[in-house]
């Protein structure tokens, strides 16, 4: 079974700042993917970027760029710029590559991020 | 276009009762997908619709939950005698297709129970 791990519960940035989230992830799968969704008090869970285990190189989208180190089972989310719109819960999650089948994913526990003015 | 929508957005019920909770995901989304969050926790899988069959129940915790999509669109979870412990976000997803390349699920806002 797949599982990821966020270590970091809660961190904060100062606006227009950097931060990194971290998430780590242990599975014997080869080909899968990961994201980064954003969950904001209104509960709607948005996508913010996702990768493909298979691609070398890493994800952007806007201010928001991963570091994914596949042989360390990293995948990490940086945020530059830091905006206060920012601030939410971010959830790491592992999806499986399933020809047909169930692709599930297999979230973290969150990190909640907190940009303040 | 309208995104997944969930209703209720939130549902206060007793201990023991029967309670139903509908998705309506993205037109034209074949999969969807129904997750449950408990609070302080990332969303766990519950059950997956590739069109109107179950076709991975695994995360389904007991008997007492049981969900359906009888047209390959809208779909209702359903649970039965409820318990306190049930309490928690549900949140459903879609996405256009099970296969890899349109693999990103979009979640609808979620329907909050809680069992009194």
């Known amino acids: 079974a797949q599982t990821v791990t966020q270590s970091q519960p809660e961190m904060s940035v100062q606006e227009a700042e950097t931060v990194t989230l971290s998430c780590t992830y242990d599975t014997s799968e080869n080909n899968y993917y990961l994201f980064w969704y954003k969950q904001p008090p209104s509960r709607q869970m948005i996508l913010v970027i996702r990768?493909?285990?298979?691609?070398?190189q890493n994800a952007t989208e806007n201010r928001f760029s991963v570091n994914f180190q596949k042989a360390a089972k990293s995948f990490s989310l940086k945020i530059s710029d830091s905006q206060l719109g920012d601030t939410a819960m971010y959830f790491c999650?592992?999806?499986?590559?399933?020809?047909?089948?169930?692709?599930?994913?297999?979230f973290g526990k969150g990190t909640k991020l907190t940009v303040n003015p | 276009g309208a995104g997944v929508s969930q209703t209720p957005s939130n549902k206060v019920t007793e201990k023991g009762k029967y309670v139903e909770l509908r998705c309506d995901p993205i037109?034209?989304?074949?999969?969807l997908y129904w997750y449950r969050q408990s609070l302080g926790q990332g969303p766990e899988f519950l059950i997956y619709?590739?069109?109107?069959?179950?076709?991975?129940d695994s995360g389904l915790p007991n008997d007492r939950f049981f969900a359906v999509r009888p047209e390959g669109s809208v779909s209702t979870l359903k649970i039965q005698r409820t318990e306190r412990g049930d309490s928690a976000v549900y949140l459903c997803?879609?996405?256009?297709?099970?296969?890899?390349?349109?693999?990103?699920?979009?979640f609808g806002p979620g329907t909050r129970l809680t069992v009194l």
């Open positions: 997803a879609s996405s256009l297709t099970p296969t890899a390349r349109f693999a990103t699920q979009y």
């Open positions: 037109s034209g989304h074949t999969a």
């Open positions: 999650a592992f999806m499986k590559h399933a020809w047909g089948g169930s692709e599930k994913l297999v």
């Open positions: 619709f590739q069109g109107t069959g179950a076709a991975d």
């Open positions: 990768q493909e285990a298979y691609k070398q």
